[in-house]
């Protein structure tokens, strides 16, 4: 192979991969050296001059003419006089030698290892690329299509082919692809495993909601409404904390829309979830309230140092504030970074559709009730509103124990 057609062909391929000019020189001129240097073992006295457009390529050894006799003529920037003369008769002592270098000098096995070599370098220099887009754009919304559907991952494809992965615990429970299908998630990560580039997605992520307000909403876009937080539990509920700069622009009615038309668009991407969009303040007891919202709470006592709050709530504000499967409660929690404890309001007279737990003392253990009222639970009906998971996150019981407490309520309603 000649040195032309060497670097034609690589050249060929490296702007197929979108290599520019200068970074694939440099490629070229490295492998050339290694091939001197296993040759000659220096390239020090070596230029390689490259013209990848035309597919020259010059490759000049440099030497200094020394004395037959000299103690130097091993030294391999030095050539015996009678050596250089063989180049040209009228050399003397002291002349610099320039000597060019053929490809072909190096035979063809060597020729066709920097072939491979070349290719190879620049599949590694294409996924060093892929990794460091991705990871410069970790955050952001992308939009690609499925590619294959794997048990434990989707792999989708963005504009330039590149495959990206969108595994099972980053996808919204309720999400169903078929093959060619467009998908909307956030760069989650980026990673390098042995040499080779992974680049996660997330739909999961509170990122990725924040990126469908900012595309949906122009004032978030602009600058104008900030969001504060967001925690959800995907596919399910979310929780966004939003906050004006503008004294005249009401950041929940920006979000929501005239009858809910701005938000409709992001809880059809997220499979339905229920968004609740609460406006940001420094007042921890009012950010309390609106976190629980629906429920209107009485009263509350915040204990700063156990970073817990307890809420006291009207009977009927009870199921509200704790939501199904205990959803509501926890993410509000999450939203005001507190663990947030619900306690029943007394208001005389028992609820006639509730039974307070007292009366199942002769069923239920008395330190089990006390450990259940500790948490805010005192009634039957409070119990079982959250879910056997919530029950164990909450309280100090195990899940047996709930298991068993859970099944006598039931019947009592039975």
């Known amino acids: 192979m000649t040195s032309g057609a060497l670097i034609e062909s690589f050249a060929d391929f490296a702007r197929s991969k979108n290599i520019d000019r200068p970074t694939m020189i440099a ?32 490759m000049w050894r440099t030497r200094e003419i020394v004395d037959d006799n000299s103690e130097d003529i091993w030294d391999y920037d030095k050539i015996p006089l009678a050596e250089a003369r063989k180049i040209q008769d009228d050399f003397e002592v002291g002349e610099q030698v320039a000597e060019e270098v053929k490809l072909e000098d190096f035979g063809r096995r060597v020729v066709q290892t920097a072939r491979q070599t070349l290719i190879q370098k620049i599949k590694d220099l294409e996924k060093e690329l892929l990794y460091q887009k991705y990871k410069d754009q970790v955050g952001d919304l992308i939009t690609a299509e499925v590619y294959q559907l794997l048990k434990h991952e989707i792999i989708l494809v963005d504009g330039e082919n590149n495959e990206l992965s969108l595994p099972r615990t980053e996808q919204i429970p309720k999400d169903r692809y078929r093959k060619g299908e467009t998908v909307k998630a956030v760069i989650h990560r980026a990673e390098m495993n042995n040499g080779t580039p992974k680049i996660i997605l997330s ?75 609460i406006n940001y303040t420094d007042n921890l007891e009012l950010l309390i309230s609106r976190a629980l919202s629906p429920a209107k709470i009485s009263t509350m006592n915040i204990d700063r140092d156990n970073r817990r709050v307890a809420v006291f709530l009207k009977p009927d504000q009870v199921s509200l504030a704790i939501g199904k499967g205990g959803q509501n409660i ?71 124990t709930i298991e068993e407490i859970l099944d006598i309520l039931r019947h009592e309603f039975e």
Do not use: Q
């Open 203 to 277: 739909r999961t992520s509170p990122v990725f909601l924040e990126r469908l307000f900012e595309t949906e909403i122009p004032e978030i876009y602009d600058g104008l409404i900030s969001i504060r937080k967001i925690v959800r539990e995907p596919g399910e509920r979310a929780k966004v904390a939003v906050e004006s700069y503008d004294d005249r622009i009401d950041p929940v009615g920006a979000c929501v829309g005239m009858k809910g038309s701005r938000i409709h668009s992001i809880v059809r991407e997220l499979g339905n979830e229920n968004i609740d969009v």
């Open 27 to 58: 490629i070229l001129e490295e492998v050339f050296r290694t091939m001197i240097r296993k040759k000659y073992g220096t390239d020090e006295n070596f230029d390689v001059i490259i013209n990848a457009e035309s597919g020259d390529l010059e």
């Open 330 to 400: 926890k993410l509000a929690g999450r939203l005001v970074d507190l663990e947030l404890d619900v306690f029943r309001e007394n208001e005389g007279p028992e609820d006639d559709e509730d039974v307070d737990l007292n009366e199942f003392s002769d069923e239920i253990d008395e330190w089990i009730i006390d450990e259940l009222r500790r948490v805010g639970l005192d009634t039957a009906k409070s119990v079982l509103a959250l879910s056997k998971e919530e029950l164990v996150r909450r309280s100090d019981l195990e899940e047996d």
